[in-house]
């Protein structure tokens, strides 16, 4: 069953509310009980020096008899709560209200105790006294009626005023549980409230420099990066929409205007297959493209790594190009034979990170320019490769922002040349995959660099793989 933390609140107040309350109700009893014992125990010792002092001047002078008559006159003395006997036990003076009761019986040793005598309860010194010449046991006695009456009326208040009191305490543990939660309850209802059609919605965070505020301001920052992440959803899917729409309007196009064409000999009929091939091909690529980011984003991706030597990887991506580049008047420089340079990879995706870099320089560097790869070691010890063109350049404005999806610097370039802006964000997911850094170096009209810098404990040392 669960208890609301309110009511869990409420139950853990009061109980330690109760404890205290207890202690402190036992301890009040106690130490009334023990003021009033003092005080009632200094009232038996005075008026024992009283009597003591009667004897010691009566004594002998007036005779027992005399002096029981004396002694019974003075209500200061308290006559019929005393008693006097002799060393050999005999009774001398028994006032009435002690007569018979067993107190004070100790065989000299002065003490005081508590004792019932009928339906009295006693409070009892006795002493044994040497009153010229003379021992003697004096018993004095005085009735705790109204101390107990006293401590029982205090005992009586106190059971009635705990659960009293534990009502009051368990109203007030519900009231301030209650106020102390009534900004969460606040966070929750306006947490509930905010679905996919309200994500700019956040929760007011409260001024008060505690806990809740700080839920609060958390939560928002939560909502924040969700918000965010959905804002790149709906961008990606869209703009992937938009890209596949152009190439199947212009499939849809070809076919139509072919088919209405009465006239259409073969050729038309090859051209027009010609553009539905392209488009498709086309198509295929982006589609291929769009997967493999969705797979990068689901983080499903999981790669297999092995020793792959940077130099080989990079000399084949280029080999592969060579063809295209040399029908566009393009030089591909690669560095001569150097020594193997290995880094902890995915061979496959490493070939594909190249070949986006080269297929790049390859749209954006006019005849006549070239593209070269370099590859080494920066000074702290991290592998790196390099692909450098000597092309159109990328403005400054737009450095920062060609990583991103669907990103084109030149939209208006004719579209054969145009990618769908998704290489570099493939490149970017790639080196991400392998915990390195893709970063450019670019001014216009003076060719980019694009370095791909691998941590170093991705490179891995010769003899572990020889
Ligand atoms: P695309 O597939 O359209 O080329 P990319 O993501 O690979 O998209 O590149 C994004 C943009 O960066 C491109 O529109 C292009 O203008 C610019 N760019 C990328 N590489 C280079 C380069 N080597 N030289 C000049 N511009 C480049």
């Known amino acids: 069953m669960r208890i609301p933390?309110?009511?869990?609140?409420t139950a853990v107040y009061c109980s330690a509310f109760l404890v205290v309350i207890a202690i402190l109700a036992v301890g009040t009893y106690a130490s009334v009980r023990a003021?009033?014992?003092?005080?009632?125990d200094h009232e038996l010792n005075s008026r024992l020096d009283g009597v003591d002092d009667h004897l010691t001047r009566h004594v002998q002078r007036l005779g027992w008899p005399e002096l029981s008559k004396s002694l019974a006159l003075h209500p200061a003395f308290h006559p019929g709560l005393l008693r006097i006997a002799d060393a050999g036990g005999a009774v001398l003076f028994e006032g009435t209200s002690i007569r018979g009761s067993s107190g004070g019986r100790n065989g000299g040793t002065p003490a005081f105790e508590t004792i019932s005598h009928g339906d009295q309860r006693l409070r009892v010194l006795g002493v044994r006294r040497t009153i010229q010449g003379q021992t003697y046991d004096l018993t004095l006695g005085t009735d705790l009626l109204i101390p107990g009456a006293i401590?029982?009326?205090l005992w009586l208040v106190m059971l009635l005023s705990i659960p009293a009191v534990l009502l009051a305490a368990s109203w007030a543990g519900y009231w301030i549980s209650g106020r102390a939660l009534e900004p969460v309850s606040a966070i929750i209802a306006a947490a509930r409230s905010i679905d996919s059609t309200k994500l700019n919605e956040r929760i007011a965070?409260?001024?008060t420099g505690d806990e809740i505020q700080q839920l609060a301001a958390t939560t928002n920052g939560m909502l924040d990066r969700i918000e965010d992440g959905v804002r790149h959803i709906r961008q990606f899917t869209a703009d992937a929409s938009h890209e596949l729409r152009t190439p199947v309007a212009i499939i849809r196009a070809a076919a139509e205007v072919t088919l209405l064409n009465r006239s259409a000999n073969e050729r038309t009929y090859r051209d027009a297959l010609q553009r539905i091939?392209?488009?498709s091909e086309q198509s295929s690529k982006l589609l291929e493209d769009l997967l493999s980011l969705a797979?990068?984003?689901?983080?499903?991706?999981?790669?297999?790594?092995e020793a792959v030597d940077l130099r080989t990887s990079v000399t084949a991506a280029c080999a592969r190009i060579m063809p295209l580049a040399r029908t566009r008047g393009l030089a591909v420089k690669i560095p001569p034979h150097q020594s193997a340079l290995w880094v902890d990879a995915n061979e496959g995706q490493l070939r594909r990170l190249?070949?986006?870099?080269?297929d790049n320089g390859l749209k954006n560097t006019p005849a006549g320019g070239s593209i070269q790869v370099a590859t080494g070691t920066t000074q702290d010890g991290r592998p790196f490769c390099e692909v450098i063109d000597t092309g159109v350049g990328i403005p400054s404005e737009h450095l920062s922002r060609i990583f991103q999806r669907f990103y084109r610097v030149d939209k208006a370039r004719v579209r054969s040349e145009r990618g769908a802006g998704l290489g570099l964000a493939i490149a970017f997911e790639i080196a991400t995959l392998h915990d390195a850094v893709i970063d450019v170096q670019s001014e216009?009209?003076?060719g980019a660099s694009f370095r791909v810098t691998f941590p170093r404990r991705h490179a891995v040392v010769m003899a572990h793989v020889s």
């Open 5 to 9: 933390i309110r009511i869990r609140l």
């Open 35 to 40: 003021a009033v014992h003092t005080i009632v």
């Open 151 to 153: 401590l029982d009326r």
């Open 205 to 207: 965070v409260p001024n």
């Open 277 to 279: 091939l392209h488009e």
């Open 295 to 305: 797979r990068a984003d689901s983080g499903a991706e999981r790669l297999e790594h």
């Open 354 to 358: 190249w070949l986006i870099l080269l």
């Open 444 to 446: 216009p009209d003076r």
